[in-house]
């Protein structure tokens, strides 16, 4: 009896005192900032009948302070560094300064909250500054990824692909939070391409979810820790080494053959004139005048483009690894890969190599560049083999080209195409994206074959475990 009137007593107290509640978050919480859509605003809308405004906390717990409701939704505003909450043209509440925690807001029973033309799972944090605030969604990384695996990949792919590609953006989230991607800044995530794109429940599949769903919890991992899971839309036969694209060499990001080549038809082409190419140049850094020339002087093994010269009528400028890629951004933007092969102008014809076997091999829409014997043919029986020698026409006469594998090959090779006079450059490629990691049509492409998703991650990330 004692006891009891205890317990109501405690009861009575904080019925009268109005005391907050905590609730507990889940340990997999991150903090997505969304800046695409919600930096440095001035307001917000939320359609939310009713939301619980509270306090978050570094721990993830979250305290509650009280429900509003209007009819009309609310208004979020920030009015010298406070958040001001407002319904109806009226302030309903603000929370002052000097409280510790974050101010949230949340919807009873979990609902996603309806802010402006968008709508997230979990809280919406607002860090003020002056006059505007930032929007900070505070989500469980499952729900996370509910929002991220349908826009990075379509979520009409075989159920083994979304699958895989669940696990690699779960581990590049891990990863990233894990490295401090955005250190010093109040998120662990940006909603943007530098981290992954994110677009809350907009985009949200029932495919999709399902993946997630069955690989909850599931990582990549190397010696043990999350890995830096990279993936883009297709190679176009193969991927590539880390260090040709960034400046680490990871051992779970090797250079891999695509298993199902046909399953990436990526072609695709750019033309750019002289002027353009000058204007490029000169966006990026270089001070040579006017681009008359364009010379790729070095590839990887898999083909892809490591060495872009531009000459110019005061010098000459190299760009190499990814920049020869994203270079163009001033001219219309990145090129799709590194794995393209140039035309017009005066072309210099054939391929200038540091050893005979290394050869172009072009389809009549795109090029690829490595040794004669890493190459197939089908022949008309079906059988898929390996070349040793090949016949060249240059429109005048055939030679025939004959190679054999060694034992061991560098990292790049040697490989002068040079392109001068005419109107300018014309680039063929193939692939989409800078090669590095899984490649999401060729996951496709093997899903359809039969492979499972760990086969998948197994293929594109050597040695890596998978739990």
Same mark, same amino acid.
């Given at each position: ?76 505003? =920030? ?6 909450? *407002?319904?109806?043209? *009226? ?99 940006? #909603? ?14 029932? #495919?999709?979810?399902? =993946?997630?769903?069955?690989? *909850? ?65 000169? =966006? ?69 190599? #540091? ?12 090029? #690829? ?99």
């Amino acid at each position: 009896m004692n006891r009891l009137m205890k317990f109501l007593s405690v009861l009575l107290l904080i019925f009268v005192m109005g005391a907050a509640s905590v609730v507990a978050v889940n340990a997999t919480t991150v903090r997505v900032g969304l800046t695409r859509n919600f930096g440095n605003r001035i307001s917000v809308s939320i359609a939310n009948p009713t939301i619980t405004v509270g306090r978050g906390h570094e721990d993830g717990s979250f305290t509650a302070t009280r429900d509003l409701t209007s009819a009309g939704g609310f208004v979020i505003s =920030a009015q010298g560094g406070q958040i001001v909450v *407002a319904a109806g043209g *009226a302030t309903v509440f603000t929370f002052t300064g000097g409280t510790p925690g974050n101010p949230q807001i949340r919807i009873p029973g979990g609902a996603p909250v309806q802010i402006s033309d968008y709508s997230y799972r979990g809280a919406m944090e607002f860090i003020a500054s002056g006059n505007t605030f930032l929007v900070v969604n505070v989500v469980s990384l499952e729900d996370y990824l509910r929002g991220v695996v349908p826009v990075e990949m379509s979520p009409s792919f075989h159920l083994e692909a979304l699958k895989a590609q669940a696990i690699a953006a779960r581990t590049f989230a891990m990863y990233s939070i894990n490295g401090n991607r955005h250190s010093g800044q109040p998120f662990d995530l940006c #909603n943007r391409e530098h981290c992954q794109v994110y677009l809350g429940t907009a985009r949200e599949h029932e #495919n999709t979810n399902r =993946a997630v769903r069955d690989t *909850a919890g599931v990582l990549l991992r190397y010696g043990g820790q999350p890995i830096l899971s990279s993936f883009f839309a297709c190679c176009g036969g193969v991927t590539d080494n880390s260090e040709n694209v960034w400046v680490a060499a990871l051992p779970y990001l090797r250079a891999v053959q695509g298993v199902v080549p046909g399953h990436e038809p990526v072609v695709w082409e750019r033309t750019f004139t002289w002027a353009q190419l000058t204007q490029a140049a000169n =966006a990026a850094g270089a001070n040579i005048g006017t681009v008359t020339g364009l010379s790729i002087s070095q590839t990887s093994l898999g083909g892809r483009v490591q060495e872009l010269t531009f000459i110019g009528t005061n010098g000459q400028w190299t760009r190499s690894g990814e920049a020869v890629r994203t270079m163009f951004g001033s001219v219309g933007g990145s090129l799709r890969s590194r794995n393209f092969h140039m035309g017009g102008g005066s072309f210099a014809a054939g391929v200038v190599v #540091n050893t005979p076997a290394s050869v172009t091999i072009t389809n009549g829409t795109a090029f #690829n560049f490595g040794e004669l014997s890493t190459f197939r043919v089908l022949t008309p029986y079906g059988a898929m083999v390996y070349l040793s020698q090949a016949y060249v026409d240059n429109g005048q006469s055939t030679q025939r080209i004959t190679g054999t594998a060694t034992a061991t090959t560098p990292a790049t090779t040697s490989h002068t195409e040079t392109v001068t006079g005419g109107q300018g450059v014309t680039f063929y490629g193939q692939g989409w994206g800078h090669g590095v990691g899984m490649s999401q049509r060729g996951a496709e492409g093997m899903a359809r074959q039969g492979f499972t998703y760990r086969q998948i991650l197994h293929h594109y990330y050597t040695g890596v475990e998978i739990r």
